[in-house]
């Protein structure tokens, strides 16, 4: 009988060793073929340029091409779709980003956290709140003075309903107790180049705007992050003016649900490896953020925290998808 079980117990131990040991030759074997990188949004913006940084960084690590495909529409909800119908076998994700995260429950009651399988954080920046110097303002107390003398009659251009910059605009008129008009612009570019021309009076930028600033062009009013930017030093906060306001935009890596663990661990420390890497810090830098480097279980907490803070502010507002 004692000879039975210990044959057993032998035989067990080594289906489970066998077992892991089939797990990490398909994590060797894996990648054998390009993987595609599925960006919502369109080339040369934020999420395109970070995805491509990722890529390239991923392709040196991995030895096979991390391409990234635009499926562009309903406020990055095309691609977030994508995966949902995408086999699990993973050649193909999704760089998912602030707007997905607050719009997809929206649509079709989907989680990331609970209906992808995270993988980890990319990374995490700040928007600055811009005003033209048209608008009488010298600091954020003065506008936001400004706009309750003026309700309805300042203007918010923005890259598109849902996006980043929208968000981080409603979440402030909601906190702030201020009524003013959004203007949403088929990109974060020509929402800038009004801006610029004075045609709208106040702007959430993720697009580098140092230059424009220090040239009068702009007035840096804030900067959303709990902290200030190191970019920006001398720029307060919005949480100074508004206690508790935080608005950051978060970029990050999922698959498909039943994306297995192994291929899950093995991209997340290829993605952690080359977030740690100063060359491509130096490129995050320059977008005005910083990485997120995450477990596959921190960055499943992560999704879900987001998901229930812009959901809110989504809902509160009305906001639906391009």
Known sequence: MKKARREFLRLAASAGASSLLSGIALAQKYPARPVRLVVGYAAGGAADTLARIIG????????????????????????????????????TMLVNTTPNIASAPLVNDFDFSRDTAPIGGISRGYLVMLAHPSVPAKNLGEFIAYAKANPG???????????????????????????IVHVPYRGGGPAMADLLGGQVQVMFSNLPAEEYVASGKLRALAVTTAVRATTMPNVPTVGEFISGY???????????????????????????ASLADSSVQAKIAKLGAVPLILTPAGFSQF???????WNKVARAAGISPN
């Open 303 to 309: 999704l879900a925290e987001e998901t229930a803070k």
């Open 56 to 91: 390239q960084a991923l392709t040196e690590r991995l030895g096979q091409t991390f391409v990234v495909e635009n499926r562009v529409g309903a406020g990055g909800n095309l691609a977030t779709d994508m995966i949902l119908r995408t086999p699990a076998d993973g050649y």
């Open 153 to 179: 009659k300042v203007t918010m251009s923005s890259a598109g309903n849902g996006t980043p910059p929208h968000m981080a605009g409603e979440l402030f008129k909601m906190m702030a107790d201020i009524d």
């Open 246 to 272: 935080e608005a950051s935009v978060a970029f990050g890596l999922c698959g498909p649900k039943a994306l297995t663990t192994d291929i899950v661990e093995l991209v997340n420390q290829a993605l952690n």
